[in-house]
């Protein structure tokens, strides 16, 4: 179990929350804000700007009382920022009065900031380029090419693992590759020490393949001294474009309080050619043999483009801003009060005069050049350029940074200082925010894609590893509800979605499959009382006309549950649910127009298992077996788990005479859910046809006891009594069955006066 984050860790992941979801309103990807904010407001809920955020997505994707319901709190505890979300969302509700005194509230606090402009962020004008292969990717699933939306959503996740939407195409998709392909595990990051105890090191800083999150403090500056500050969110970098760039971060290209973009290398500007060059040993007359001698510290940033190896750091962006970032830091808590008084070393004397000459591959001294360090001031590069004309050399690194692959020096332990200990727990920690929000989105992943794949049981082993404060949030518990019903565990189901309800009254989302549950469980009062709430809150949503199609089946009211059913289709065209459930409810009137129904909803979404059953249905009534057969291994291929599928293969199967086979795929069913009461009495019925009488008696007494009011159970086991010779308890069983179906007497009458052969016939099976 993934396990709960750390006090000190708290405000580094508020930070990349924020920045999360705002990124994600920014590209308009408001179900991908909303699952963001639900985990930000789950983890904390007493904070206000997780519920601010909640609200703004719950808002922005159309879900207005469910937003409402979280700004509408007592007055005590209610700020001026849920006031202005709360005027919003009275405003889409047509509640303007409402909306006026909320508005009026806000301007009587002298303190009010606007929630928009009260935390520093990065808004583009643009999206990244993960959000428009997302959009591409989505767009390519509802125009029905699989292969183009499979690629898009993939190409998306790789540029940034956090798009939830493009995770979500996949799964309609049934395409989703392993987990560990989209999302690989990632190492613990490790604090970073003095020289001594972490000699080798290396800084992750990017979230995902392509994906960056930018540290905390500097308002998308990458190039300042990076110092975080917990109480303002960073800005969130979606994704950098690829190719060569002179800057990460674009936004500062237009900032002209930064002094160091002046001297960066831009794409006309080439790079220092030395960074490219292999790396050069140190002369052996150096004064290095001797270890580190007092040098004249200058800028400690400096360092590590001498110390480089081969590989340019300016062949990867994001290392190279993480570079200049973190040794400006460690520059300014590394100074020393004075740096008079060092003599010249012994190396420099020696090969003074040797400086006006160009580099070799076989040179052993090592020159620096101006243009590679982008983080020195103007006065610094310009005293380079003097005295590299001059031949003079500058100290070389300590020999223990040359060994290091980090982009910054780490101070000797005689100068680790305290400032330099804090900054590396912060990094430590933001490094961990990262890591822990990557994992919580990899468990999450893992969970959708099992139930996506029809695979219920890993779908609740992989939810059960979530942190706690996630497993009661509304997103954990529709996606247990669901894998209950998936497993026909109505129970289980009906308490998933009733504490759904609880935490978010006002909910649309997965209703349709809950008023479905009410109708297999025959709760024709909560049905019904759904479907008032339903219609209510939205009533141009495709939920509320299925759940009031479902109370008017339940009622035996097919007109008019067909009518509701058809009225969701039409408001909501990719509704497949709504065409299946037209399907079921005209089959027994219609089966040409059933069949329209079901290839409807196929068209919707190919993967619609029920529609693929309720055409094998059809073809079956038709005495189209082939067909029939055919249409019910498509569903099962879907949904490999579903026992009433296997059990209509098995059917299938028998009705063209294959009877070992069909016994073999109902002992599969069994196996797979043996308190299914429908694929036992049918393997009982044909355990009866292969005069498998003993066998037969178990699976009909078992269910005699689970539903013992079944006449077609009570008949069935009358008739196998009666098979192996047993009279008494035919005679108590035929009695029983007699008091439970009266209409059924002269089928027992014929049972009574046929002979022992003729009984196991098929003619003589009720149902």
């Given amino acids: ?201 290396s800084i992750p800083v990017a979230t995902g393949a392509g994906f960056f999150t930018p540290d905390t403090g500097n308002a998308g500056n990458l190039f300042r001294s990076w110092k975080p500050d917990i109480s303002q969110p960073q800005p969130f970098r979606m994704a950098p474009p690829l190719g060569p760039r002179d800057s990460i971060a674009t936004n500062d290209s237009f900032n002209p309080d930064n002094s160091f973009q002046q001297h960066r290398p831009t794409r006309s500007q080439p790079v220092n050619s030395g960074a490219s060059q292999p790396q050069i040993s140190r002369p052996l007359s150096s004064a290095d043999e001797a270890g580190p001698m007092p040098k004249r510290l200058r800028s400690t940033t400096r360092q590590p483009e001498a110390t480089k190896p081969s590989k340019s750091i300016a062949d990867d962006p994001l290392k190279k801003t993480t570079s200049s970032r973190t040794t400006t830091g460690l520059g300014k808590s590394n100074a020393h009060p004075s740096v008079t008084g060092i003599p010249m070393r012994r190396s420099t004397r020696l090969l003074s005069g040797t400086g006006a000459k160009p580099p070799s591959k076989n040179s052993t001294t090592r020159r620096r050049a101006p243009t590679h360090n982008r983080t020195r001031s103007a006065t610094e590069s310009e005293r380079d350029e003097d005295t590299s004309t001059l031949g003079v050399e500058y100290p070389p690194s300590p020999p223990s940074a040359a060994y290091s692959p980090r982009s910054e020096v780490s101070p000797s332990p005689s100068t680790w200082t305290s400032a330099q200990e804090q900054l590396a727990q912060e990094e430590y920690e933001s490094e961990l925010a990262d890591y822990y929000l990557y994992n919580l989105t990899r468990n999450f992943a893992s969970a959708a894609r099992a139930l996506a ?70 709760r024709s009062v909560e049905l019904s009382f759904l479907a008032q709430e339903l219609l209510n809150i939205n009533p141009q949503s495709p939920q509320a006309w299925i759940a009031i199609g479902n109370l008017f089946s339940l009622q035996k009211e097919r007109p008019q549950a067909l009518t509701c059913f058809r009225r969701a289709a039409q408001l909501d065209p990719t509704c497949a649910y709504a065409y299946t459930l037209s399907g079921h409810e005209s089959i027994d009137e219609d089966v040409e127009k059933s069949m329209n129904f079901f290839q409807s909803a196929l068209r919707a979404d190919p993967r619609h298992y029920n529609a693929w059953y309720g055409l094998g249905s059809c073809y079956l009534r038709m005495s189209k077996i082939r067909l029939a057969e055919y249409h019910y291994r498509k569903a099962m291929e879907i949904h490999p788990r579903n026992a009433v599928l296997i059990g ?39 355990l009866i046809a292969m005069r498998r009488y003993t066998a037969a008696i178990k699976d009909l007494t078992y269910l005699r006891s689970t539903t013992p009011e079944e006449s077609n159970v009570v008949f069935q086991l009358a008739k196998a009594y009666r098979l192996v010779g047993d009279e008494v308890n035919f005679a108590k069983t035929l009695a029983v069955a007699r008091d439970i179906a009266p209409k059924n007497l002269p089928k027992m009458k014929k049972l009574l006066e046929m002979v022992k052969d003729e009984v196991g016939d098929d003619k003589m099976d009720e149902g």
């Fill in 453 to 522: 794949m029809y695979d219920s049981q890993k779908c609740l082993e992989e939810l059960e590893q979530l942190p706690h404060v996630h497993q009661n949030s509304p997103w954990v518990l529709a996606m247990v509800g669901k894998a209950h019903f998936e497993r026909q565990d109505y129970a289980s189901a009906e308490r998933a979605f009733t504490a759904v309800r609880t935490l978010e009254p006002h909910r649309l989302w997965d209703m349709e499959v809950y008023s479905t549950l009410l109708w297999h469980l025959q």
């Fill in 648 to 686: 209509c293969v098995a059917l299938a199967v028998e009705r063209r005479g294959d009877r070992e086979g069909a016994l073999t795929l109902f002992d599969e069913a069994v196996r797979l859910q043996p308190d299914n009461a429908l694929v036992r009495y049918r393997r009982a019925k044909i």
């Fill in 1 to 201: 179990m993934q396990s709960e984050p750390t006090p000190s860790l708290l405000p580094y992941l508020c930070q990349r929350f924020q920045s999360l979801v705002w990124s994600c309103l920014d590209s308009d990807l408001t179900k991908t804000a909303v699952f963001h904010a639900e985990r930000f407001f789950a983890m904390a809920p007493t904070n206000h700007e997780s519920r601010h955020l909640y609200a703004m997505a719950l808002l922005r994707e159309g879900q207005t009382y469910s937003a409402l319901c979280l700004v509408n709190i007592p007055q005590d505890v209610q700020c001026t920022g849920c006031l202005e979300i709360k005027a919003k969302c009275c405003t889409a509700l047509g509640r303007h009065r409402q909306a006026r005194e909320a508005l009026e509230a806000t301007l009587q606090d002298t303190n009010y900031v606007s929630i928009a402009s009260s935390s520093s962020r990065v808004s583009r004008p643009f999206p990244e380029e993960a959000v428009l292969r997302c959009r591409s990717g989505t767009m390519a699933l509802k125009g029905n090419l699989p292969e183009k939306a499979s690629r898009s959503l993939q190409d998306a996740l790789v540029l940034n693992p956090h798009l939830w939407e493009a995770f979500e195409g996949l799964c309609m998709l049934g395409s989703v590759p392993e987990i560990d392909e989209i999302f690989p595990p990632r190492p613990v990051p490790l604090k970073r020490g003095p020289p001594e105890e972490v000699p080798v090191k």
